[in-house]
Each structure stands twice: as C-alpha cells, then as structure tokens.
C-alpha cells in the first residue's frame, strides 16, 4: 500500500508545521508527517520550514536570530488566522510529547541547506532517543552530509536524500550513503525509475504531490509513500484507486 505523508502536516488545509495542521492529519487517516526542523539563537530545535519567520506569521526576521520566546510569541496561524484563530510555532518535543502517543510515522526535515546549525543533528536525534522513536523516524535533507552525519551519529534511524534535479541511478547513490529511501521531487522522477528503484529495494516518497492524477499515478504503480499537502484527498483517492482494483 502506498503511504500517505502529510507534508508540513495538512499544509493545504490548515497553518502548515503548527500542532494544528499535524492533529488535521492524523484525523485525516495518513501514514505519516512530514515536519521542518531549525535551531533558534538559543538553541531550541523548533519546527518550521524558511529560514525566516516572515512568511508563515505575523513576525519578522531569521529564525537563527531569533530566541525561542520571541519565535513563540508570534502568530503561525498566518493566513488561517480568521479561519481557526491563533496559534504558535512548535518545538520538535512539543511535537513529540503528542506524536509518541499515535500510531504514526514521520519524516524529519533538517533545514540546514543555507545556515549549517552546528549541532542540529545531536539535538535532534538526542530528542528521538529520549522519546524511543527510533522506529518511527525518518531523517532527511537536501544537505547530504548532514543526513550521512546522521547516520554516523545514529545507525539505527533511517535517512534518505531528498533532490530536485535529475539523479542517475538514485537507488544506487542512496545506497552508498546508508539511505533506506529516495525524496525525490514528483517533477524529476518517471515510473519507471521507481519501479527500479524499488525493485532494489530503495523506497521511494516523492515530493510534493498534490494534484489527483499524480496521485492516482503514484497508487497504480504502488510506490512506496508520497508527501502531500492534501493528506485528506489523497486518503480519499487511494480509497477509491482500492475498490477500482
């Protein structure tokens, strides 16, 4: 069966990485969360996904530059705001001290493509341990180093690449990094590279899916999971792909 990952939580529907948009994709009948991961200026790892908090609430600046007492007195709500009323930027054990209570998986982003944040990766991992989520975490980034880091640190938790460009042979690479899976975008990888891919036994979670024909495309060739901002529709047309079948 294909996995369905609500990415940022149900980011189509609700303020993407807030407790808000993950308690929407649970009820929504998804696998698993997608989530983005920083450090503040203090040092708290705090879930969101640019670099700035701009965007996504109602404050200014970068979030490095930022303590997590000014990050959480901001309004992530954003654009949602009037829709369900105001709510804040959550810490990866915020996130945790819920999460370890459901059946779900989920995927950790590490943004650290643009600022490096030495020691992101103890901390993250640091938390995973404490909770014994060890099983039920996948660690993922564009920055490579950062996920083989990872590994090193953690063998144990699985890592997979994410890419946007043409890879050749992906499952090839992801295996010569100790990756379990490929996050390729849904715009760089054909049917048959993920049939192949795991075929050699390298999953494969594309990025973002969201419209029904990629879904649709997706389910039919059974792959492995896909990241999506509509964890409901997607939910919806698995179900319908099954009684098709």
Known sequence: MTQIFAHRGSAGTHPENTMMSF???LRSGAEGIELDVQLSK?????IIHD????????????VKDLNFDEIKAFNASHKFTKQYGKTSIPTL????????????????????????????EEKVI???????????????????????????????IEIAPIYSNGLFMPWIYARSIRGKAIHPSIKVISDSMIIESMKAG???????????????????????AFFTDFPEKAVRSRKISRNKS
């Open 126 to 156: 640091g938390l995973i341990r404490k909770f014994n989520l060890q099983e039920r975490i996948i660690l993922s980034s564009f920055n490579h180093y950062s996920i083989v880091h990872c590994f090193q640190l953690a063998p144990e």
């Open 23 to 25: 308690h929407e994709a």
């Open 51 to 62: 670099e700035s908090v701009d965007r996504t609430t109602n404050g200014k600046g970068y």
């Open 202 to 224: 390298i999953a494969v979670r594309p990025y973002t899916v969201n419209s029904e024909a990629h879904m649709k495309r997706l389910i039919d060739i059974k792959c492995s």
């Open 93 to 120: 054990e915020e996130f945790f001290l819920w999460f370890k209570y459901t059946a779900l998986i989920c995927n950790i982003e590490l943004k650290n493509g643009v600022y490096p944040y030495p020691g992101l």
């Open 42 to 46: 203090d040092g708290q790892v705090v």
